[in-house]
């Protein structure tokens, strides 16, 4: 009796270990995000650079349905919607049990979440799960936002992926309906001190230097990392900005940026790489992930009730300062006949 109780203890206690290990191994190549294809890349000389997308990718034609991102936050497309709703951002606040999937998938590095986050609220059709999310960063002396704000590209961009359920790809979604993707969209810029809560990713981001390369991390709440006020955004209508560029994307651009430092920015401009393994090239620095900005064409970029609407943006305060010459103008001439 006592040998045999020992013995089930043991092989209920192996049988565990066992089930742990598989479900890391599982847990690690499961990861839902693939590689991203060599057929692109964001190197502007190179054959694969961002102009020339569209030979291989046919959505990534820039007029494609006026629909591509990113853009320009341009002033004058904005348009208040005060009866716009705040968003929702359920279950952002709480710190997931189980650890997060960190990824170098070739033209970026991707966070991968645990289920049981959603986005909803603004002037999103639905509701939609927290996915993933990726960065776009410059190099040492460059910028590299994918949005522009007030004429300015911001050091780098987070991008925190969203999908209408039950989808489990991206390309999946948006190869099937329009509006199944929301990406919120935060720009990262420098700052004196290290932010605690990037620090998680930033420390990771080292040790995935090439394509397929992946780590847990310890999860942390996501809200941690948004802006504080996260009552300031605009929402428009546009695409995925890599292959294949596929125009199903609810876009959500925070007006306020996050902070990291010098040292946590300079691990994504110095230590990811990229490579085309059939060509047997040598690894280069992934530098300048961004794509260009996209025509806006007619499209309106709807401010939340608490955001900025700049009524010139510095490149019109020419236009402005003549508006208000010629006014003055004007009211002094009329003056002297009125009295
Ligand atoms: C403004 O927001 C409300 C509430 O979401 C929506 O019903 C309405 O269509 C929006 N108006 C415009 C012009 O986008
Ligand atoms: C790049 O980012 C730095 C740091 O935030 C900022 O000072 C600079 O104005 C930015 N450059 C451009 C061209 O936007």
Redesign the pocket.
Known sequence: MQPDTKRMDMTFSRAILFSLILAKASALTNSHIAVSSPDYCYDPYRWCGPKYWQATFQYCTSDFMESQSPVILNPFHM?R?R???PLELLAYDVLQSEPWIIKNIRDTIAVEFNPGMYLGGA?LPRSYYTFYMAFHWGSETTNGSEHIYNDRRYPMEMQIFHLVPPYQTLNEAAFTERQAVAVLAVFVDIGPEDNPVFETISRAVPTIPLAGDEKFIDPFPLRDLLPNDTSKFYQYTGSLTFPECLYAVEWIVFQEPIYISQKQYNRFIGTVYYHEPEEGEEPRLLLQNYRPTQALFDR?L?ASANAAVPMFSSSHSLVASLLAVLLTSLVSLLLPRMT
Do not use: F
């Open positions: 348009m919607n009866s716009m709703g002037n309106i709807i």
